[in-house]
DNA sequence: ACATATAAGTACCAGGTGGTACGTAATGAC
DNA sequence: GTCATTACGTACCACCTGGTACTTATATGT
């Protein structure tokens, strides 16, 4: 689809292409307990040359903002659907308790909760993004909260503000929890104690 | 109280004491964002040599150790003590809300849950330090629980050792919150929130 | 004065980091 | 075939990391 006009490119063809190289350090950034991955580490799993690496995506910060990317298309999005699926308030945070604690996923952590942990380590753009994307994801959270205060079958007495940032840092405990190697049952156990006064 | 006998020492005077350089290095672990605080950038710190800073403590591991030892006495324990004392529970719970969110000390976070968090980092004797100190800090919190359960107005239906879980989890989640600028307010307002499922 | 003992710092080590200059290999256009 | 064009990897750069061999400075004992 790129190059569907009779102009055919010129030159030696290309071999490693973006996605391979993003996914590659995904999972490696995502695997690894802590986030000091090297761009020679990931050059050497995704066997693609130093240079190649930095024509794709300039910088380290480059990488590390395209990962973030992928991961929250891959990942954050379909968490996100999950809260405005059609469902009850309390089917809702069941599931994101078993998001949290049981999905697969989340066997390793969430890849941004720990990107977000560590941000001093990355670039400008890189930290702009996970900026962007706390802020959406509270947004998201308030959202479901006051839809739930209108519609729901109990009203709020909390502030939605204050129920979604609680919310969202009581998920990343949870997922934290996880990377760190706790088992499932213990995280669900104290994640459903934390939610419970969201009901 | 070292050479109080007749016997003086022999050899040139020593210049740099221990207790100088762990304070300063403790400072610096503590204050910075990140826990990636070299050894060069301590030795500059506290103005000593790397020979002389690997003399006292042998290696990084050393040193981190040292560290924590540190702050495990000027810190972890006058919170430990806290809970000993003459009060009621809900005073004490209102104490830790005090401690993680007003507590100048926990302005730029706590250095245990800082090294814990990024303990990959450190050496085998500072993790096994990390180990101890979470395993005695939880039973701490449980004894704490226990004593409520028998001594206090109300029993608890919640088993000690989750509770005590629970607590040291959003205990550590506060503080990072703290180390992260999240306002007092702010920090008081969630750790609250969690705390009222204990009371 | 001189030897001995101790503590301190200079100057280095190998190895890893993010990042790049430059030669080379593989294609289409002519 | 020859040439321009493009992708690619070798081999390097300066800098920083934890860690150390070796010299030098300063004290006491005789």
Not at 10 to 16: A, D, F, K, L, Q
Not at 88 to 94: E, I, M, N, V
Request: charged residues 25%; glycine residues 6%; aromatic residues 8%.
């Amino acid at each position: 689809m790129t190059s569907s006009k009779g102009a055919t490119r010129r030159g030696r063809p290309i071999t490693r292409n973006r996605e391979h190289v993003v996914n590659t350090a995904m999972n490696a950034y995502w695997q690894d307990d802590n986030a000091a991955v090297s761009v020679n580490a990931i050059c050497a799993l995704a066997k693609v040359s130093k240079p190649s690496l930095y024509r794709d995506f300039g910088s380290e910060d480059g990488l590390t903002t395209a990962v973030l990317d992928r991961y929250a298309e891959a990942v954050l999005e379909p968490l996100k659907a999950l809260l405005s699926s059609p469902s009850t308030f309390d089917a809702k945070l069941d599931a994101m308790i078993d998001f949290a604690s049981q999905d697969s996923r989340m066997a390793t952590g969430c890849l941004f909760v720990k990107m977000r942990a560590t941000r001093s380590r990355f670039g400008p753009r890189t930290r702009s993004r996970i900026a962007a994307i706390e802020a959406d994801t509270l947004e998201g959270y308030a959202h479901f909260f006051r839809e739930s205060a209108v519609g729901g079958k109990k009203r709020y007495e909390i502030a939605a503000d204050l129920a979604a940032a609680y919310l969202y840092e009581q998920m990343g405990l949870a997922v934290s929890q996880r990377a760190s190697g706790k088992s499932p049952e213990s995280v669900r156990e104290l994640f459903a104690l934390a939610l419970s006064v969201l009901r």
